[in-house]
Each structure stands twice: as structure tokens, then as C-alpha cells.
Nanobody, 121 residues
């Protein structure tokens, strides 16, 4: 079985920073693209940032200049460094990965359970 587990969420004041982590575990053969999404009760889940297996990144306009996505392929870990956080960044943050497990012939998308980020004074 393959699992994605996020950590690092919490309560932070406006202007503060948080670092989210997502660890992929299980019988993994290969991980392709990995992404961070976020969702609030009022909005659909939206892409925050993504990174390919070779390290090419892309960001939502709201994240550019403040968030940095990175990955450690040796540890199957995805990171999101979030700086200068704003109240509108409050959401549940999810990681996902397009990966091929050891018992499958094709890749599929896996999701983590989410971690809450609250930006409030």
C-alpha cells in the first residue's frame, strides 16, 4: 500500500512562516510530479504549487514570491516553505503525487489526508 502523509500545519500570525512536509511511503517504484493543493469550505480545491521529478516548478499567482516547493527524491518527501503568510492562505493543505507503485504497471494519483494551516492574529 502507498500512503502520503502531510505534517507541519498549524496556527501562525500574519507575516509568519510555516514549512509543510509530505512523506510518501510504501511500495513505491517511481514518483513523477508532486503537488500541493489547498481547500477551504468556500472554495474548490486549488493548486498551490507543483514540481516535476526533474525539479521544474510552477506556482499559483497567489503563491509566487512567498512559497517555495521542493522535493527530496531520495527520501520521497515533498516540502512547501511558506513565508509572509496572509489570512487568505488559511486552508487545509493537501499533497498529491503521480506515482507508480511496485505492484502496478501504470501510475496513478495519490492524495494525503491534509493538514490545517490557519493564519490569524
Amino acid at each position: 500500500q502507498v500512503q502520503l502523509a502531510e505534517s507541519g500545519g498549524g496556527l501562525v500570525q500574519p507575516g509568519g512562516s510555516l514549512r509543510l512536509s509530505c512523506a510518501a511511503s510504501g511500495r513505491i517504484f517511481r514518483i513523477n510530479a508532486m503537488n500541493w493543493y489547498r481547500q477551504t469550505p468556500e472554495k474548490q480545491r486549488e493548486l498551490v504549487a507543483g514540481i516535476t521529478s526533474s525539479g521544474t516548478t510552477n506556482y499559483a499567482d497567489s503563491a509566487k514570491g512567498r512559497f517555495t516547493i521542493s522535493r527530496d527524491n531520495a527520501k520521497n518527501t515533498l516540502l512547501l516553505q511558506m513565508n509572509n503568510l496572509k489570512p487568505e492562505d488559511t486552508a487545509v493543505y493537501y499533497c498529491n503525487a503521480d506515482l507508480t507503485s511496485s505492484f502496478a504497471s501504470t501510475s496513478r494519483t495519490y492524495w494525503g489526508q491534509g493538514t490545517q494551516v490557519t493564519v490569524s492574529s
